[in-house]
């Protein structure tokens, strides 16, 4: 018998077998895209929004408006879904180009709806652009000029997000100082203003494995001259396994630092036992890293320090080949620093190799693409903090996001090349790619849709930007007929160079951007249902 006070709800399923859904999907991009238009270019607006039990506030941030937009319409819904999935993917693969997905999707699907009702196949179409966004694929690359100056890809990229003046110059700051390839760590600062830290030594984000070894107990630290550094991926339980490594330390006159997955129980005991006899000086941290990566950090550490990372068990000395050395290890409560550690170049170089080859991997999730740049970070001894200062918990959140977005953005944008901006680029490709393209009669209406979509991106910076239609017209013409690099500068009002302006797009940002839209287009308009489901 089921209480009165229980409310019950039922999950209704609403199916449509007609194009009504489609076209209520595609209405729900429209709408969405149309507010991401807005936000497109240097001469962008600004949007109103509103959330739930928090005042209105005004946003120019392509993700942040489409992250939690919804309408009430359910098809409609579903489409923001499908545009809100798109973005993901490209800041997941470039972290920029999320407003050019969208136009982009936008104008596909709007003109392959249009072919479906003029009775083109759909499986006709999604061949045509299929086949087109190949050809442009093939093409873009031959733009790219890998620039004169990184500082141009910096200063072009940074423009892109809405943040005030004093984080883009931390940035441009980070960058100079650690390096495309280097660590640069963006973290919550407890006070309302932002600040950049920059350590020229191997950095670790674990300390302590008790507070009982901090030689400094005003600071909670352990400074260790020229230590013997020991590494192993084993949990350290039994005393005997300390009681080698320190006789055999002491013997040398040195200090110690242990570098192990864990010590636990009477290991644990006898360091604090030995610390306040002071037979030794002695620290101990955890391992870096979890599970299949921990060994990789450990011999990443190994090669930094000139050392070998043990891994059988703790039975007698110790070969003194497997200890690494450096000048001096600050190690407090959350940090190990190894400040001019004895490193192996040769080996160094090997890891550094390695952890590149590895990172090129596109089936790797952000977590794990961010693991490795850490890696690489610590293999060339460079580390950038930026701890990033808001007035409330929401601002915070949008710092946080927008900066590590950007900087995902500037290094793909440094990795993989530049090409001129201001959707010059999008055109010429799609130009150059209809030129050579043999498409025949049945895959030609697809094609079609792909190659006026690509310049729509541009016709949107250029309306953005309050120019009269002629001279838009005049300025796209230009880009699909000159075979240059000049690019009309919105800012200036006036043709310019693009790297001398800083008008520049990544490479692989235009590409994730195209190749998502098309691919999830493509696949949206071979669909002839819709179906939502709700509670009642």
Known sequence: MVRPDHVLARVLSDSTFTTNGLLGMASGIRILARLVRCCYGPKKRLVVMTRKLDSPVLVSDTYLICKDFELEDRHQ?????????????????????????????????????????YGIDPAILRNGIDLATRQVLQVLPRYVQHARDDRCVVTALLRTVSLDRQIPGMIEDALDAVGADGIILVRESRKTFSELAVADALQLDNGLVMMLLAKDTLNGETRLEEPYIFLTDKVIVLAHEIRVLIEQVSALNGSLLIVAKDI????????????????????????PEYGDQ??????????????????????????????GRADEVVVTKCSTTFVRPHSDSSQVELRIVEVRQQSVDERLSQYDRERREKRLGNLLCKTATLSVGAQNDVEMGELLEKVRRVLYAIRTGLKHGAVPGAGATLIRAAAEAEASLAADGKTSAGANIVFKALRQPCRQLLRNAALDDALALQIMDHYSAVDDNEIYDLERRCWADPYESCVVDSLQTLSSAIQTASSVASVFLSANAAMSQHLV
């Open 77 to 117: 819904t579903m489409g923001v879904r499908v545009l809100q999935a798109a973005i993901s993917t490209v800041n997941q693969a470039a972290g920029d180009g999320a407003a050019t997905a969208a136009i982009l999707l936008d104008s596909i699907i709007e003109g392959g709806l249009r072919q479906i009702r």
């Open 264 to 287: 636990e129980g009477e290991a644990l005991s006898l360091l604090g036992t030995s610390h306040l006899a002071e037979t030794i000086s002695v620290a101990a941290i955890q391992a």
């Open 294 to 323: 921990r060994l990789e950090a450990l011999r990443d550490v190994a090669a930094l320090t000139g050392g070998m990372v043990y891994e059988g068990r703790l039975c007698g000395p110790i070969p003194e080949e497997f200890f």
